[in-house]
Structure formats: structure tokens, C-alpha cells
């Protein structure tokens, strides 16, 4: 059987497979799920470092006087926060509250600002972006082709990034600098979806293979591992980082997604703020909980959620989790009051499993200070 | 640890080593390698009686689940409490104690329509230029 469909391929494509990369088809792109080993990969990340190829990733640049108005006008979270050299996660929603996208938006300088986008949405997004950049004196442009991305990721990031740009190595986390990599105009971020300290390069897929490479050479003798999407999504599961697509869409809200901190509802007037009041008022129905197996066992995502004897939900994420060695999920349950410890059950071949519910994230790293995972 | 060359095997990766109706079945080392690592097994209940190429185990990593199936139809007379314990075990020795059930077999001669090592081998290799997995 021959796939028609055409994948695309990152500038790392032939170095994937020279590591011996399983390759996979993600949403369009050729990437690999795993090199040697998820769970060596998972450790790697969690106590050294991890290398990883997000090449996938959007990158649309917003740039002009309007800029930061309509920043503030499209993303639920309150973009005058950051300023020149710091980045922000947040939500861009529509009317109804939904999630159009989740994204960090960094601010290089004045009324120039880069917004980075899930590889599924960038069209989207885009289209989005443009709809409601009306009237607004902005610029936008979609530089997702020209750009390529590597994420370093885990506690040695910073020693092994140190050796490559002191620069980047001295960004504060959610720090974000515009800078010159091999004489192209590139940015890093001190950024991550896996609940590490890490650093995110953003740059020019003509360098992307020699920036990997350096990374590489230099993060040999600090342990540091090429990791695959399965690595990152274990990761970023673990730290309660949500897969847009997946755990998030246009029919759930930021609040039922369990992500009220990224919405300031008094920051001013913004899209889906309408909405997201009704529902502040009113009160969810449904929220993404997080579920822990009490006995060993790999839930998947579909798996279904028993509460006293009836089913309150699915999974949308699940996995084994490598750090607490036990089965952990994330669903949409209709009960969105439930507190940490309530016994649940979880379907997996039929059977019942015991488990319960717990908070997220269900692992926090002792290498990252608290309060700071996400600005 | 089991020499290979002594063992059956099924199309689906499994190992059967067996004497007179004594049966040990596992994974085998190409098997392990795919599946990478192994996270969790549920060996099927001691006294169930299984038909040959039914799904009776179930091994998973953490992307996927995989069904084992029997090698030949009997009853289940062991569960390796070890791999429940240590499912990596699996991964490091898919021929010795990371062994998954022993069965009684009720047809002994059903073990003639499995493959033997070498032509095991032959069929990985027939697989991989067909770029199948």
C-alpha cells in the first residue's frame, strides 16, 4: 500500500533517518515519532536534554503601530503584559469562546511581534488573523515556510545553549530574542512544551541542519538526546500542556479546558470575551480533568471515564507516564467540580480500571521554579 | 535464555518453545525491538482455555497496545508474574524471562503449521523488503 498523500519534509529529513528515526506522518509532515526510544528519550528531557524537531510549528509575524491592539484584540490572555524580549502563551478564541489556536506570541520589539502557531492551524490562523486585522494598522506575514525550529528542552538547555549563543543562554524564562544565527536573522525563546527548562530556535531552514548539528555536538558530553513526537508527547502530557486538536478546538472553551489563568477578562475588549462571561456566569458543564490509574495499566485516548457507575466522560489524552510509572489521561468529564482523590474507573480492554482523580499538571519538575512554567 | 534456533514462531512475532504438550510462549526479539518499550503486560488467566491464533495477552508500549496471540490452542497453565512486574523484561530478554504464559497443549501437532528459526528469518526479511509493519 503506497500513501498518495504527500508529506512534507523538515531541512533535518536525512540526519532523522541517519539517527535512525521511525518516521511518521504528523498532521502533513514527515517527522519521527521516536529514534531509539520513548522512554529513553522521556529521561533524556526530564534529567539532561532533549533536541527536537517542531519544524512543523507556524510562525505568522505581526508587525505595524496597531500591532499590539490587535494582539489584544485576538488572544484571550493580556498581550501588554510582555514587551520587547518576552513571549506569552495564550488563547486565541472565537466568538462562541472556542479555541481558535493556542500560541506564544513574543514581543522582538516595538510593534513587532511573532506568534507562534500549531502546524495544523497556520492557514487557519492566518485567515483568522487577516479577518480581524481590519482596521487595524498591521501587518501580517505567514513565514512558516521560510522558518524551521528546534526545540532544546530539559535541565542541562541552558549549559548547552550557553556554549553555542551566550545570549540566548541569558534570556530569563519566556524571554525571547531577535538575533543574527550565521548571518540570518533568527529568534530563540526561552520557551517548551514539556515542562523543562528549554530554549525554542526559531530559524531559516537554510541553517536549520547546522544549528541541530551544533546542538548536538555540543550537548554530546551533557548527555543530550535527538528525541521524537512520541517523547514530547508524553512530556508535555505529564506537565498538563494541552495538544491542540486533540485535548482543545473551536467547541471547547479555554475555561472547560481547565486553562482559566490564560484568560483576563478585565484586560479589555477582546474576542470570545462576550461568550466566556456567559459561561463564568452560568458555569461549566464539562471540564478537562485529569484521571491517574491506581493499578498499572496504558489508558488511550477514547477510553472511557466511569464515575459511581456511569460514564462522565472520555479521554482525549492518555498515556503511561514514564516520571510517575502510571497510567495518566486527560477528558472532558461532565461533572467539572470534581476534587483530587475522587475514585474513578477507566475502561481499557473491556475492563474497569481503578483510578482517580487528580491535579494538573500530574508532574512538575523540580528543576523549574514554580509559578513560572508559562508566564 | 532460550536458543531461537529451538524455538516456533508465529507470522504475528511470537515464540513457542515446546516439549511434548509443555508449552512456553513469548515475544520475539524483532518483536521487542518494534514494540520498543514494553510498559505493560496482562497475561491471559491461569486455567483458560485458548484456541491456536487466538488473542489471549496483551503487550503495550507507550503508543500502542498489541495483542498476542496463542501459538496453539490448550489451557493457560502460567502467567510470568515477573514481566506484570517488570514489563521491560520483555525488551531484555524476549527469548529467557521475559517469557509471557506456558499452556497445556490439547493438539500438540498444530505446533507443524508454525515456522521454524530459520524460515522466521526468512520471513522478516521478506517483510522488510515489502516495507510493512
Same mark, same amino acid.
Given at each position: ?280 456566569? #452560568? ?6 480533568? /485529569? +484521571? $491517574? *490509574?491506581?493499578? @498499572?495499566? &496504558? %489508558?488511550?485516548?477514547?477510553? !472511557? ?31 467539572? #467540580? ?6 474513578? /474507573? +477507566? $475502561? *481499557?480492554?473491556? @475492563?474497569? &480500571? %481503578?483510578?482517580?482523580?487528580? !491535579? ?16 | ?133
Amino acid at each position: 500500500m503506497s500513501n498518495s498523500a504527500i508529506l512534507r519534509r523538515t531541512p533535518l529529513h536525512e540526519s532523522h533517518k541517519a539517527l535512525g528515526g521511525k518516521l511518521v506522518d504528523f498532521h502533513g509532515w514527515e517527522l519521527p515519532v521516536q529514534y531509539e526510544s520513548i522512554i529513553r528519550e522521556h529521561e533524556a528531557t526530564r534529567h539532561r536534554c532533549g533536541l527536537f524537531d517542531v519544524s512543523h510549528m507556524g510562525q505568522i509575524f505581526v508587525t505595524g503601530p496597531g500591532s499590539l491592539d490587535f494582539l489584544q484584540k485576538i488572544n484571550a490572555n493580556d498581550i501588554s503584559r510582555i514587551g520587547p524580549g518576552q513571549a506569552i502563551y495564550s488563547h486565541v478564541l472565537n466568538d462562541q469562546g472556542g479555541v481558535v489556536d493556542d500560541v506564544i506570541v513574543s514581543c522582538l520589539a516595538k510593534d513587532r511581534y511573532l506568534a507562534v502557531v500549531n502546524a495544523a492551524t497556520v492557514e487557519s490562523d492566518l485567515a483568522w488573523f487577516q479577518m480581524h486585522a481590519r482596521g487595524f494598522n498591521v501587518r501580517l506575514d505567514n513565514r512558516s515556510d521560510h522558518f524551521g525550529m528546534i526545540a532544546v528542552q530539559g535541565p542541562r538547555a541552558g549549559e548547552i545553549v550557553g556554549l553555542i549563543s551566550p545570549q540566548a543562554a541569558g534570556l530569563a524564562r519566556f524571554g525571547a530574542v531577535e538575533l543574527d544565527v550565521y548571518g540570518q536573522s533568527a529568534v530563540i525563546t526561552r520557551t517548551g512544551y514539556t515542562g523543562e527548562d528549554g530554549f525554542e530556535f526559531i530559524v531559516p531552514e537554510e541553517i536549520l541542519i547546522r544549528v541541530w548539528e551544533d546542538v548536538l555536538a555540543q550537548g554530546r558530553s551533557f548527555g543530550a538526546a535527538p528525541c521524537g513526537l512520541g517523547a514530547r508527547d508524553v512530556l508535555r502530557l505529564e506537565a498538563g500542556y494541552l495538544l491542540y486538536g486533540q485535548d482543545v478546538d473551536q467547541d471547547h472553551s479555554t475555561f472547560e479546558a481547565n486553562y482559566s489563568w490564560v484568560v483576563k477578562l478585565d484586560k479589555g475588549d477582546f474576542i470570545g470575551k462576550e461568550a466566556l462571561q456567559k459561561q463564568k456566569a #452560568a458555569g461549566i458543564t464539562r471540564r478537562l480533568t /485529569g +484521571v $491517574r *490509574l491506581l493499578e @498499572r495499566g &496504558v %489508558p488511550r485516548a477514547g477510553a !472511557a471515564v466511569f464515575i459511581d457507575g456511569r460514564q462522565a466522560g472520555t479521554l482525549c489524552s492518555a498515556t503511561f507516564s514514564p516520571s510517575l510509572q502510571a497510567g495518566i489521561g486527560v477528558g472532558y468529564l461532565d461533572r467539572p #467540580a470534581l476534587k483530587a482523590g475522587t475514585r474513578c /474507573g +477507566v $475502561r *481499557l480492554h473491556g @475492563r474497569e &480500571v %481503578p483510578a482517580e482523580i487528580v !491535579a494538573i499538571p500530574f508532574y512538575a519538575s523540580p528543576h523549574l521554579k514554580k509559578g513560572v512554567r508559562h508566564a | 535464555m532460550l536458543d531461537p534456533k529451538t524455538l516456533k514462531f508465529m507470522k504475528s512475532h511470537e515464540w513457542l518453545e515446546l516439549a511434548g504438550d509443555a508449552g512456553t510462549v513469548g515475544i520475539s526479539h524483532h518483536a521487542q525491538k518494534e514494540i520498543t518499550d514494553v510498559v505493560f503486560v496482562e497475561p491471559p488467566k491461569v486455567g483458560r482455555k485458548v484456541k491456536q491464533g487466538e488473542a489471549c495477552c496483551v503487550v503495550e508500549s507507550v503508543k500502542a497496545a498489541f495483542d498476542i496471540y496463542a501459538p496453539v490452542s490448550g489451557e493457560i497453565t502460567a502467567a510470568n508474574a515477573d514481566v506484570v512486574k517488570d514489563p521491560a523484561l520483555v525488551n531484555r530478554e524476549s527469548y529467557g524471562r521475559g517469557w509471557l504464559f506456558k499452556l497445556k497443549a490439547s493438539a500438540p501437532a498444530e505446533a507443524g503449521k508454525l515456522m521454524n528459526h530459520a524460515a522466521y528469518e526468512q520471513f522478516l526479511l521478506s517483510e522488510a523488503a515489502h516495507g510493512s509493519h
